[in-house]
């Protein structure tokens, strides 16, 4: 059996530009949200008749709830990163597995 064996390289400062770029795309994600839900009012506006409602139901539903979704998990991504930052948790794992290792 072979084994293959590399460095892993555990860098916070690449963790913090990691989190910082999931914050911004979070605000992006957001407004995006923003936009959308303008765009979707003006049009069911427009369109004052049963359709004009079932577009804003489809619009809420399909297309705005996902970006919300999306907006979720990139917040717990960059908490968990915020989490991690500096206290060398990960660091920790790779030695203890080294040490089962051995």
């Given at each position: 059996?072979?084994?293959?064996?590399?460095?892993i390289v555990l860098d916070d400062t690449a963790f913090k530009t990691?989190?910082?770029?999931m914050a911004s795309l979070k605000h992006q994600a957001a407004n995006l949200k923003t936009k959308l839900?303008?765009?979707?009012e003006?049009?069911?506006?427009?369109?004052d008749t049963s359709a004009g409602d079932e577009i804003q139901f489809?619009?809420?539903n399909v297309l705005l709830q996902p970006i919300e979704?999306?907006?979720?998990?990139?917040q717990h991504i960059s908490d968990t990163l915020n989490t991690?930052?500096?206290t060398g948790y990960y660091k920790d794992i790779f030695v203890k597995f080294e040490e089962l290792n051995e």
């Open positions: 059996m072979a084994f293959l064996f590399h460095d990691a989190s910082d770029d839900e303008k765009m979707y003006d049009v069911t506006s427009a369109l489809t619009a809420k979704d999306m907006s979720a998990v990139i991690i930052i500096g």
